[in-house]
T-cell receptor, first 113, second 112 residues
């Protein structure tokens, strides 16, 4: 079985401050981890992924995420938030040879000017 | 380059009616997926396909059927719609499961 949890429904940050959106996972096997962003009335857009290699992965729009195997976490980060980063963020996980990617419930990020 | 196109964008059905949602991709992707998105529940996989002529069940397949007769198209059918199928439906495609998915813009379905 595989699952992913996003413990915060809502994250609020001020523009220019660093942001973190949290994700923890549970899998039996090596995880493949993904972050997606959804803007209003749009489909999800791929941000970044961790398959193997460096624990710190960089993605689109200045976002990065750190894979922590001991804490089973994959938190999304950005050093300086923009108002335009306000959106719904989804973490997702799958394991090798499994086509069933599981998504978290989503975290709504609001960046205030 | 259109990416993933879903039709229709909105639909209202009466209980018991049937309909087909169409997903088309122009990226020559082998893998295609249908998800439903409900508030507070994230996305749940309905059915998926690993190539032309193949389909498989996902997490929540009951009440839905799919077909992949052509590589570029993935159809989702509701034979007898129920209010519990009111949701936003997303189609996605990928080159392989290790790649990020490309999503369509969604179909908002209301069953009354």
């Amino acid at each position: 079985a595989q699952s992913v949890a996003q413990p915060e429904d809502q994250v609020n940050v001020a523009e220019g401050n660093p942001l973190t959106v949290k994700c923890t996972y549970s899998v039996s096997g090596n995880p493949y981890l993904f972050w997606y962003v959804q803007y209003p009335n749009r489909g999800l857009q791929f941000l970044l992924k961790y398959i193997t290699g460096d624990n710190l992965v960089k993605g689109s729009y200045g976002f990065e995420a750190e894979f922590n195997k001991s804490q089973t976490s994959f938190h999304l980060k950005k050093p300086s938030a923009l108002v335009s980063d306000s959106a719904l963020y989804f973490c997702a996980v799958r394991v090798y040879n499994n086509n069933d990617m599981r998504f978290g419930a989503g975290t709504r990020l609001t960046v205030k000017p | 380059n259109a990416g993933v196109t879903q039709t229709p964008k909105f639909r209202v059905l009466k209980t018991g009616q049937s309909m087909t949602l169409l997903c088309a991709q122009d990226m020559n992707h082998e893998y295609m997926y249908w998800y439903r998105q409900d508030p507070g529940m994230g996305l749940r996989l309905i059915h998926y396909s690993v190539g032309e002529g193949t389909t498989a069940k996902g997490e929540v397949p009951d009440g839905y059927n799919v077909s992949r007769l052509k590589k570029q198209n993935f159809l989702l059918g509701l034979e007898s719609a129920a209010p519990s199928q009111t949701s936003v439906y997303f189609c996605a495609s990928s080159l392989s499961p290790n790649y990020g998915y490309t999503f369509g813009s969604g179909t908002r379905l209301t069953v009354v």
